[in-house]
């Protein structure tokens, strides 16, 4: 063998048994700290009414094509939850309530991130004035949501 194929099949062999050491299968990645909350939230937060309008900290949410939230005020905004107090109104309480509507609470959960901004998805209404139907149908509300 002459020398420049002997220095050839040396190192041949060296990277073959480099290779072979290297192929002791994928290390374990070592991960530290604590994942990310899905509840985090950075950028600005939304709700959307029935027609899909982003509204931030409304004082009138149309939540339904049949109930409206009017003189909301709001008690916490932008967490995993945000509550208000307003008056609920809509066909289905005529003529058994004024114009204004009955008293009650709302609160918006399960924010969901679209692009560089977050929106409420749920809705919960009380109030002591709804019948047991309209209190089922007011209890959790869907929320629209722009598509991703």
């Keep these: ?6 220095v050839a099949a040396a190192a041949v062999v060296v990277l073959t048994a480099v290779g072979a050491i290297g192929c002791g299968g994928p290390a ?3 991960v530290e700290g604590a994942a990310p909350s899905p509840t985090q939230v950075s950028g600005p937060v939304y ?3 029935s027609m899909g309008h982003p509204l931030t900290r409304p004082t009138n949410l149309s939540l339904t094509e049949f109930s409206t939230l009017t ?3 709001w008690r916490s905004w932008g967490g995993p939850r945000a509550v208000a107090t307003g008056r609920l ?3 289905w309480c005529r003529p058994k309530c004024s114009d204004a509507g009955y008293r009650a609470t ?3 959960t399960r924010l969901e991130r679209r692009e560089n901004v977050s929106y409420y998805t749920r809705a919960a209404v009380r109030s002591s004035h709804l ?3 309209d209190t089922d149908d007011l209890s ?3 929320l629209p949501v722009p598509e991703p």
């Design 89 to 91: 109104s809509g066909g």
């Design 71 to 73: 003189g909301l005020r």
């Design 106 to 108: 709302v609160e918006l």
């Design 28 to 30: 374990k990645p070592h």
């Design 1 to 6: 063998m002459n020398k420049p194929t002997a």
């Design 131 to 133: 019948p047991p139907k």
């Design 140 to 142: 959790a509300v869907h």
């Design 47 to 49: 709700v959307s009414d």
